[in-house]
């Protein structure tokens, strides 16, 4: 089990990498001296910026030179020093993160929690009423995009009931009820989506397993569904909605971009946000690898889940 | 994000002398009782003896990209801190004073004097006023040294606000409440020049950069800044010990920033805001609020921002002073008006409320919507069937910008001129495509400016520092010049008015259309809000809040 | 989008499944109902010229911001008069040119990648192509949207680009999947031992074979793109104007939605009816096709 988890650990750092390099090359395979012009463009950067972030980003050396130049800083957890306001990346970055991860995991949450038991009664009573309702809702959840379901909650919920977020956004340390209140809306917002596909997915992993000659067996045996679908079936069906987490994260994390921003809550889709309207280079790439680096964690930790779960798994998996 | 409450707070990047502000702001402004038909949102007048406490709670769209009033060009940052900080002198504000009113009283100053060759102006400052008491300062008190301070700090530094001092050729502190200033050339205006917000008096420990003015802000002001938290709120404390017995009534000013306009507008319903910046064209959700929440407020800020029409004057078709004109009469400004901002007037390039202004029916005439006399004038030019072209505008100043270049586009294009628009970024259209004339046509906003003078000189003349749309004409460099000398008001309004005409009719960019009013919502228990259109929102220390 | 993956995963595993739209219907109601939306979005996005009441771009000067049915506008007007239902008709254009585009472009270098990949399957080529795929995947949507109108700014082009980062990952797991799969089948095998070459056999044997489960991921990723595209107007960072989009109109739209609801729910709703629409085909192309689910 260490063994695998090292080497997934690992794989995990590789694709990092590679997430590096291909921020590097997009910028760089862009035709014209972008990078360069964009710099040129950003208020309040001075000549001697431009220079030195141009010598940073080696645009004055060889392209392989420059890659080394990159990564070394990267090593080092050097990502250089915001436009705006002179200070380290990665310092503005870990200040935003917090935010954005809180907001992530209440979706996910959110999700998991309304997700699994719409999907597990969605199962037991396949083709019933309630089936199809749940169905339709999940697909529903599944089409309204985030945003458009954030201004209408923002909306709606201050008109009809005069209700509204609290304005200022505090630290789950500083004031945790009121931390809450405020990430309530967005989580809903960006949770719909994952719960709905875990209704989906659970529904029909469930329906397999159901279908199973496992399972025929111990209801032969006299057993209630819901003994049959709780206890046997819950077990192995739990496996794919995992990889719906897994697979989430990353519209999750896309989506915290815009909720951040709707509902002015200072994480990290906020502070790219504000990065590329400042044109603040460093502070984009930044994030782009910070997102990345989220993105892959989460799937190497919902891998080593799946082998917790099934050991089979880590034998079948360790080659992919 | 692309709401137009968002964007309309930035405006364009502000000179020296435009503190007369912006009237897209919050903050600023109020030159009339707005109400609707129903007679909803009526400003009470008379709501009794102040009362003491409270917070006022009020929401930003975009914060301050940092706090030193010297260095940033965003009027974002003198909002942010205005309340903190003193001026030697301030225009006034009240029920009975005009809005935007350039009556002068004294703020630190007690009395100031001129000499009579107008070269010598001396300024005698309060006794006994205390800065705020956080270190490195410590509530010591405030002496002539501190003027000096700040205005060698202004002298040192680059940007706009270095011609507000440019004139001053020596400071003298013969004691801690004097302050002599000896002039190069006379000035008959230079308290008004001391009354800019650029002028706020900073600590000597800030300039010598004992702590920074970026993330600090120390002053003599009505407010104390508690805290800021960086895109997300700044924490107003009242000052205890501020020079003017019994103000600021208010305890405390907490701004939100929320970009986010639907947000902004369900917090004012939900009671968490007592204030919000309503933009202009958003009139029917103004009147819905107003009818649906008991009390609100509504003052109607008469506009002094305008919008114009940048033209390439040096390069390309729009070099040709015909199709200017086409343009300026091919664009149906009050229909514009009507459908997309809540009112305001046509204005030549002085705004209205600046002395020097042409008359509106003037205006009104010269800027007439012909799509006729367009087609005429381009037949002219030499394009009888029009041509293409493309139409810069950012988003960076909200969605209601992009709403009038499409509105443009059409108009335009009726009289052949076919125009595709190419929607910029901020960051892009005000630091490159703007200064550097990289466009053949553009829509965009003006920041207000001080005096016509300043209109004239920096847009219009050949060497003007915001020259943006490449005018070389002689003669109008001459007239500008010889209107500075004038020294009889009637001679110098009727010169000012004769350099306007010749613009519109001989020049045409940048091409002004219009200034749009904006508006102000706030709770009802919120009184005595008399703002002045600078950035500085001193009038807040005025202003007070029922208590339950 | 994890759906898509796994779902078209699952369907590649039983590609066979082969069967008249007739059955089709009668198996997948739901499918069948979704297929005819999806014509319906296709037509009315071909056909919006001449199916549209007014031109999209028009502004009625007269009727600024009216109600649905006043003054002859079905849906109501904008802020600049346009007709709102012209727009949203125009918008299927708009979304229909960018997702095909967006998925020929992801499609046809995610397919390759793929198939490459799956040939070579086990090999250092495969081993390379999936990390980059990885990586790839690994950076969400939006942030690489974000970056890449960074870079490039905001046009249908960079749109389209930006959006087939998005895609070339999920087609090319399907592809390779599918690869892998038939490369063990016999008739590959007979292939190569009568000394086929390779470009040959992945031409011959392998596209055919992927069609099935590319149509389930690609029905799919239509709705997945569809959302992002208004995501990114809705930004600010899409389509740019006047360009009828429906993300743009949402947009425009918002801070009217108390006063003004036509212009946001008609383009709102024909946007989530058109990504259900899309999602829903793809399911019932995927449990069609996966005998597993046939119950």
Known sequence: MLLYAGRRLTYGLLVLALVATLVFLIIRLIPGDVVRLQLADAPGVTQAQIDQRTTELGLDEPVLIQFGHFVGGLVQGDLGTSFDDGRPVTTKILERLPATLELGLLAILFGVLFGVPFGLISAIRHHSLIDNVMRFLAVIGMSLPNFWLALLLITFLALWFGWSPPLVYASPTENLSQNLIHMLLPAIALGAATMASIARMLRSSLLEVLGSNFIRTIRSRGASERVVVLKHAGRSSMIPVFTVLGLQVGSILGGTVILERIFAIPGMGSLIFEAVGQRDYPVILGCVIFYGAIFIFVNVVVDLLYAVIDPRIRYEGASA | MSHPMLRLQRSPVRTAGAAVAAACLALTAACGTGTDASGKGEIVEDAGPPQDGGILHTAATTDAPSLDIHKEASYMTHVAVGTVYSRLVAPKTGKDVEYGSSELEGDLAEKWSKSDDLKTWTFNLRQGVKFHDKPPVNGRELTSADVKCTVDRIKSLPGHQLGLVANVAKLETPDPYTVVFTLASANTGFDQTMANPFMSILPCEGTSG??????????????????????????????????????????????????????????????????????????????????????????????????????????????????????????????????????????????????????????????????????????????????????????????????????????????????????????????????????????????????????????????????????NDPELDKMVAAQRVITDEAEREKALQDIERYIMENVSTPLPLYAYDTQTLYSGKVHNYYPHPDYSSRELQNMWMEQE | MSIAISGAARAARHPKARGGLVRFATEQPLGAVALFLITLFVVVAVLAPWIAPYDPLAQDRVNLLTPPGVGGHPAGTDELGRDVLSRSLYGARTSLLIAVSTLALGGVIGLIVGVVSGYFGGTWIDSVLQRIMDALMAIPSIVLLLFVAALLGPSVRNTVIALSLLVIPSINRVARGEMLRIREEPYVEAARSVGCSTPRILLRYGLPNLMAPLFVMGSLLFAVILIAESALSFLGIGTPPPTPSWGRMLSEGRSQLEIAPWMTVVPGLILSVSVLAFNLLGDAMRDFLDPKQRR
């Not at chain 2, 369900?266 to 029917?284: V, W």
């Not at chain 2, 209601?400 to 052949?416: F, M, N, P, S, Y």
């Not at chain 2, 901020?426 to 495509?433: G, Q, R």
């Not at chain 2, 550097?436 to 005096?451: A, C, N, S, V, W």
């Open chain 2, 210 to 471: 004992e702590f920074s003015f970026a993330e600090e802000a120390i002053g003599t002001g009505p407010f104390v800044l508690k805290s800021w938290k960086r895109d997300q709120e700044r924490v107003m404390e009242k000052n205890p010990d501020y020079f003017v017995e019994g103000l600021p009534h208010l305890d405390g000013i907490q701004t939100t920033v929320l970009p986010d306009a639907q947000a902004q507008i369900a917090a004012l319903r939900s009671g968490k805001l007592d204030m919000i910046s309503s933009l202009s064209t958003e009139k029917r959700q103004v009147e819905q609020l107003l009818s649906q929440i008991d009390g609100l407020q509504l003052r109607t800020e008469k506009g002094i921002t305008q919008t114009r029409v940048f033209m390439n004057a040096a390069e390309g078709p729009f070099s040709k002073l015909e199709v200017r004109r086409a343009v300026a009469h091919a664009i149906d400004k009050e229909g514009m008006i009507k459908a997309l901002r809540s009112g305001g007037s046509l204005t030549g390039p002085i705004t209205p409320t600046l002395f020097g202004s042409l008359p509106q029916d003037e205006v009104d005439e010269l800027l007439e919507y012909d799509p006729e006399k367009a087609k005429e004038l381009l037949a002219e030019a030499g394009y009888p069937d029009g041509f293409e072209a493309e139409l810069v505008a950012t988003d960076g100043y909200g969605e209601t910008i992009l709403r009038e270049a499409q509105w443009i586009q059409e108009d335009l294009g009726k009289v052949g001129i076919k125009l595709t628009i190419d929607q910029q970024d901020y960051a892009t259209y005000v630091s490159s495509t703007w200064p550097e004339t990289k466009y053949d046509i553009m829509y965009g906003l003006q920041t207000p400016m001080l005096t016509a003078d300043e209109y004239l000189t920096s847009e219009y003349t050949s060497t003007g520092t915001r020259n943006w749309s490449r005018v």
